[in-house]
Each structure stands twice: as C-alpha cells, then as structure tokens.
C-alpha cells in the first residue's frame, strides 16, 4: 500500500481537508507523511519592484507564515499518532506544482494527497491549477480532494 504519502499544505481550508484525508489513508496503510509548503517568491518581487526593503519585510513574512503553516499541520498528524517530517521549499519564477512533483520522485512518494478547489472555466484558466499540474505529471498516484 502506501508508505510515504506527500500532502501539500498552504493553510486554506481546501489544504486542510487533503490533509484530513491524508490522516485518514495514513492510519488505514500505516504510512508516514511528508508535508510541503511552498514559497514562490516571484510573485512578490515583481510586484514590489522599485521597493526593495519592502519586497525583503514580504518575503521574511511569507516564510514565518509558512512556517507557522507547516507546524499547525505537523501538530495534526502528531496529535493522530502518525510518523511526520516537514518541509519548506522557496522557489523563483517555477510553478509550485514542479516543486511538489520534485519532492515526490526525490523523497519518494507512493502518493500524493492534494486539496482542490475545483475550478471551472475562466477562474481556472486565470488562476491557473497547481492540481491538475500535479496530476498530468506525477509518476506516482495522485488523491484530489474537492474543497467546500
């Protein structure tokens, strides 16, 4: 069965609920899980040109919630007495999906358990859909779990 599974986290309440049924599949297979945030910088900088003291003050602050993110969820899976180990990637300009596929083939998963907001249309394309990134590419299997 599964022994490693990768939950991406972020804090929404979409990411919680992938979490929550990370949790589920971990007690059934008695798998360990490697939880991933990641932190795409890009986004801020070039937002923030011309302001360099503030593009740092962002960034600092991106990776202290970060952070505080992947504790509250390493809390979840300790408190279900479940094996945990945590990571935090930074990344510029790559999609966050390429940094979760990376973790994947490299630790490596034998699942990977996402949260989805499902998406449709123009908010998809928009938006784009880190999800669906995941699930085109990954070489393992990959659980989508629907948000609210």
């Not at 070039?46 to 390493?74: C, H, N, Q, S, W």
Request: no cysteine; hydrophobic share 50%; charged share 25%.
């Amino acid at each position: 069965m599964y022994k490693h599974i990768l939950v991406p986290v972020d804090g929404s309440p979409t990411a919680d609920k992938g979490l929550t049924e990370a949790i589920a599949m971990a007690r059934l297979a008695g798998s360990r899980l490697r939880l991933i945030h990641v932190v795409n910088e890009q986004s801020i900088v070039i937002g923030a040109e011309g302001f360099p003291d503030t593009t740092a003050e962002v960034i600092a602050l991106m990776r202290e919630a970060g952070e505080a993110i992947l504790a509250a969820a390493r809390q979840r899976v300790e408190d279900a007495g479940l094996p945990v180990d945590v990571l935090m990637r930074e990344v510029f300009g790559s999609r966050i999906g390429d940094s979760v596929l990376d973790e994947a083939a490299h630790w490596p998963a034998d699942l990977i358990v996402i949260g989805t907001h499902g998406r449709r249309g123009l908010r998809r394309l928009v938006l784009g859909s880190d999800a669906e990134h995941i699930l085109r590419s990954a070489a393992v299997p990959v659980l989508l779990v629907r948000g609210d």
